[in-house]
């Protein structure tokens, strides 16, 4: 007993309390994996009754099939795409220049973002003009940038990068930094931490959960806007693949473009969700 005791009083867990935290691990991991198929059936009750109503209602001739055809001929089309080879260039050079946009935008957004909200002077000269920028409708940037910087990929990241990503994630972190509780910064002092140690064990953990739901909400906005860059004289990608669908009066080319998109910005969501999630387990969350 009393060496269990030097044992876990020197840091060593005993072996009891060794296979107790092994249990609840095990549980913790069941639990997880179960919560996450569960998720994935519950979401996938409306999709699939839709699905089948379409594909129903497309057979009977209830809705005329050259404008909106079955989900089964959309199927026939992806699979073509894929068997030729042109569908997963079209995939990967989308979700290249949504990332590299996500990237550039959201490193913009933290630099400045965190000047702001730290700085009262900052916040003063940047944030009004950040703001009117904001409130210029993203697509009147389409022909400066244009003209700016041709219709190469340049024109198209940078497109998306500030006028999809940049600005919810500038206004998560600033709102994160500046919501932080004034208690939890004096606590902070009367222990005698100093401005690095500030930012780095209370500020920015208390401003992370905005910041991660600008992420979200920014990468969201980047697959919105990559559509609009795509215009800019993309000959590859899956918002060219949309302007070929019109151009060739090919519905099921349009079709299967919008499902794509909502299908691989779904899993980008997930993997940021993931991320959010366990950057935040330390917190106290509601349970559902």
Known sequence: MTEQQNSTAAGYASPAQAKVKLDEKKDSLKKNKGSLLQTVLYGSIIPVALIVLWELLSR???VPTNQLPAP???L??????????SLWG???ITTYRVFAGFIIGTIAAIVLGSIVGFYKIAEQLFDPMIQAFRSIPSLAWVPLFILWMGIGETSKIVMIAVGGVFFPVYLN???GILGVDRKLIEVGKMYGLKTFQLVKRIIL???LPSFLVGMRSGLGLGWMFVVAAELMGASQGLGFLLVFGQNMSSPETILASIILFAIIGKLSDWILKQVEVRSLHWQDRLEK
Request: hydrophobic share 45%; proline share 4%; aromatic share 4%.
């Open 60 to 62: 009977a001739g209830i």
């Open 72 to 74: 089964t001929t959309i």
């Open 76 to 85: 026939d089309k992806i699979i073509s795409l894929g068997q030729d080879g």
């Open 90 to 92: 079209h995939i990967w």
């Open 173 to 175: 972190i600033v709102s």
């Open 205 to 207: 953990p208390a401003s």
